[in-house]
């Protein structure tokens, strides 16, 4: 059975970190709300450092508000700097939602931002005189209290204990919670669901807030996200679909709605052919339909490929690093298709990825890999250069590895910072496994092309 490796008894640093901190997960929530800007409570420089990773990542513009504390606010409060921010961005973006993320320094004062909001709801002016003010969601995300997916995890609950509040009968559609995906990838889902004839509300939906299309002017807020009307429904739906492992230990939004009477269906995030296949389950038996022509077919042609790509990947060796969902999921593809995972990474530390690992693994590697968890590149690096991978799977953050050990980096998850296109990477569904494994299959081509004494032209 895998077991965690975790940091050695003397560990005193982070050496190139593998996560991101929890507010800028919860920032990357809020995006994907219609009308929505994401606030930061706390000092200027996490809102700089939450935009840059975005703004790289999708090659977009992001606008994240701030508090903007200083040392006097560090010792006597930050109420009266987030009532005045929250007065100008409602008047600035004439926002529809504004999402409060807390930030280390904000948890470390103690601030109670919920509070704060609350005293902000009774007594703000804003321009327009009795303009009805928006919902504000807050929520708790210090970096120091999980990794960059906790905080989007947090956030949607959030978004659904706050907003999710209309009662009623059901409306017979379905509440889809995607996890953190590409744009691409939710759009793909939600092409799926249509598929299906299932009215479906997506949260987050960022697949045009940060993927969209030229303006001739630039736009304050961009265009797209769940409307609110929609989020405020969510609990009349007929059921919820929550992608995601990661979540069964947490408080997530599709239990919130579970609470409230919607039934939940908790799937791991469809990265290759058995989680499409559970997926593809699931919606079945929700709309009472086949799968359709068009997917079954994909999935035919999946196989296909599965099978013409063996002869190049069978025992190839992996390293494997990033979130735990996408990491669960990369695994458990990597294991269909005959390469054999030697390493899963994780900055995050919520404990159960040994487990799932094993549970992807088994019957399908002739050992389960060893896993990491709570980890920074220092640590993956030591033990990678140990078993030297031949093919290496994550962000943008592992290259530095990757280049001194001379294996292929398969980029993949989030942030990719050194590569273009992002946001238009598809990993979900029969479609997202066929793109990935023509991306792993080249890759380790490429390689064997470039390392070959001779070169060849034809395989």
């Known amino acids: 059975m895998s077991q965690p490796i975790n940091a050695a008894p003397n560990y005193v640093s982070t050496t190139n970190a593998c996560k991101l901190c929890m507010p800028l997960g919860a920032c990357l929530a809020f995006k994907g709300v219609e009308g929505c800007v994401p606030f930061l409570h706390g000092s200027q420089g996490c809102a700089t450092y939450m935009r840059r990773y975005l703004i790289s990542h999708f090659r977009e513009p992001v606008d994240i508000a701030s508090s903007s504390l200083g040392e006097k606010q560090a010792v006597f409060g930050g109420g009266p700097n987030l009532k005045q921010g929250l007065v100008n961005v409602i008047n600035k973006y004439q926002a529809r939602v504004v999402g409060v993320a807390t930030t280390c320094l904000t948890e470390t004062i103690g601030d109670d931002v919920p509070a704060l909001v609350r005293e902000f709801n009774k007594t703000a002016v804003v321009e327009g005189g009795g303009r009805e003010l928006p919902p504000i969601v807050t929520v708790a995300s210090p970096s120091y209290g999980g990794s960059h997916l906790l905080g989007f995890h947090r956030a949607v609950a959030a978004l659904v204990e706050q907003l999710a509040t209309e009662a009623g009968p059901c409306h017979g559609g379905l509440n889809l919670l995607p996890g953190l995906l590409s744009p691409a990838d939710l759009r793909h889902l939600r092409a799926l669901c249509e598929d299906f004839g299932l009215a479906t509300t997506l949260l987050p939906d960022y697949s045009l807030t940060l993927d969209g299309v030229a303006m001739a002017e630039y736009q304050l807020i961009p265009e797209g996200g769940t409307p609110l009307t929609a989020i405020q429904t969510m609990a009349r739906a007929k059921a919820t679909i929550e992608l995601g492992r990661s979540l069964e230990n947490l408080p997530s939004a599709g239990r919130v709605l579970e609470r409230r009477g919607v039934p939940l269906h908790s799937l791991a995030s469809p990265i290759g052919l058995r989680g499409s296949d559970r997926l593809v389950e699931t919606l079945e038996h929700l709309s009472g339909r086949e ?66 690992v094993d549970s992807v693994c088994a019957g399908l590697t002739p050992e389960p890999p060893q896993v990491l968890a709570g980890v920074d590149f220092w640590q993956i690096a030591e033990l990678a250069r140990e078993l030297k991978p031949e093919l290496i799977l994550g962000n943008s953050k592992g290259y530095p590895l990757a280049r001194e050990l001379g294996a292929p980096l398969v980029r993949v998850g989030f942030p990719i910072h050194d590569r273009f296109g992002a946001p238009r990477q598809t990993v979900v569904g029969y479609q997202g496994a066929m793109e990935l494994l023509d991306r792993i299959t080249n890759a380790i081509l490429e390689k064997r092309q470039d390392d070959s004494p001779v070169g060849y032209g034809y395989l």
């Open 291 to 356: 799968l359709p022509e068009v997917h079954r077919r994909r999935r035919g042609q999946l196989l296909d490929a599965f099978i013409d790509a063996h002869k190049y990947l069978a025992g190839v060796t992996a390293l494997v690093y990033g979130d735990e969902d996408l990491c669960l999921g990369l695994t458990s593809f990597l294991a269909e298709i005959g390469v054999r995972p030697l390493i899963v990474a994780t900055g995050g530390e919520l404990g159960l990825l040994p487990a799932w």
